[in-house]
DNA sequence: TTTTCTTTGATTTTCGAAATTTTGCGCGTA
DNA sequence: TACGCGCAAAATTTCGAAAATCAAAGAAAA
């Protein structure tokens, strides 16, 4: 039986980006040794890679647990992926090719499709799952021609932990209209190659998640008074 | 006996960074096991935590390795570096008060003592170590007050894999008189809180560890050809 | 009652060996 | 010679228990 430990990564993952645990909580090695019917250095190390990935917190002698959420958190995260994400989506524009530009339609043909059924259908919980991976792949062709595997897999990173702050609040599932249009923006900036565009566009869809403006660009030359 | 976990990671961090292991090298676990005189797990979860700050490689079932040197690493890391730093650096600007411009004074004073004293002497290996501790103080400083505990923790993971990158290849040193304009012309932008000032000081100075330039922005607009 | 110390129970960390998987080498065959 | 097969050695992964550490409850002192 190959790598018990790899699946033993995929479903904790699962279960932590769905929000199974609560925020802050413990991740007690002996519940999940039972969970899995594994040794606890097993769970140990699996608890020690995903938090590579940011999806749990360690600390020294006193073990897992799962982040804690919070507005400043969610903030970061999002201000992070503005920054990744508008960054890796210009550098697409500068160097993809019309292979880019392919795969980025399909991609957004794909979501597209499925937001047009959760729109209809109202009901937006069946297709969850299927939404999620769809612009989870929208978002990543996005950047994927930009040239730099460093900055794709740091997205990939915010992405994961961006993705765990929202499943659980389910906030931002109101906003379906507006995303149907963002995604359609950023396609459109992306084709037209219009590098400001795009900024703007990337800038927009994400923003919304940020329940108080980004601190406002300071004057130069000011004084440098408090 | 406190944590001896914690001591072999910073220990072997060192060793990485200074570059002791060939770039690329199998880090086996019973050699580093016998270096440490501790058992193989030990090894492993010291491993484990070193990949998660990039300083080591994880393949599945095929151990771990000392990170390849490479331009493009070299290209992508500094891209990074760039993005990262002039964002935190103007966060900071925005929301950073008198103490931060303390501080990142007083972290350029201890940098700029330090290289006077290495071109005066001629001589930089034997303030090596100092330099280099110097140099991080000042950069982790200038992005320390820009307000996202996710941001100042990405640029140190970026940082120190840079560091690794440099110190073997020793590339670099012969541009003390530049390296000390141009701190001084950060800290100056700082001072001033010119923003568009900062974002040209900072990516010059890191652009020198581009040996080709970055893909220049392209027109808007354009056809989508090639 | 409040504070500090101590004991006890629970959790984390470390260990060395067994089980599993990969890697390298020799052998036979086309 | 080139190619594939299989065996043996080396390396990685997993295990269950022992050792070390932390946290909470209770006792003693102020």
């Not at 040794?33 to 606890?40: L, M, P, V, W």
């Not at 990744?84 to 399909?106: D, K, P, Y």
Request: charged share 25%.
């Amino acid at each position: 039986m190959a790598a018990q430990d790899a699946d033993i990564f995929d479903d904790m993952r699962h279960r932590l980006i769905t929000g199974e645990f609560g925020y802050g909580t413990k991740l007690r090695a002996e519940k999940l040794r039972q969970d899995y019917n594994c040794s606890a250095s097993t769970v140990r190390e699996v608890l020690f890679r995903l938090s590579t990935v940011g999806l749990v917190e360690f600390q020294e002698q006193r073990g897992f647990r799962a982040p804690v959420q919070s507005v400043e958190r969610q903030h970061e995260l999002t201000h992070m992926r503005i920054l990744l994400e508008t960054e890796g989506a210009c550098l697409s524009i500068r160097m993809g090719g019309v292979e880019w530009e392919s795969r980025l339609t399909a991609a957004h043909h794909k979501l597209s499709h499925i937001e047009t059924r959760v729109r209809s259908s109202g009901d937006l919980i069946p297709l969850l799952g299927l939404w999620s991976r769809a612009e989870q792949e929208f978002h990543e062709t996005l950047i994927d021609a930009c040239g730099s595997g460093l900055l794709k897999r740091t997205h990939a990173v915010i992405y994961e932990q961006f993705r765990q702050q929202l499943v659980s609040a389910e906030t931002n599932y109101g906003y379906f209209p507006e995303n149907i249009r963002e995604h359609q923006a950023i396609l459109d900036a992306a084709l037209q190659r219009n590098e400001d565009l795009m900024r703007v566009c990337v800038n927009d869809h994400l923003a919304r998640n940020l329940t108080r403006p980004l601190p406002r660009k300071a004057q130069p030359e000011r004084s440098s008074a408090i």
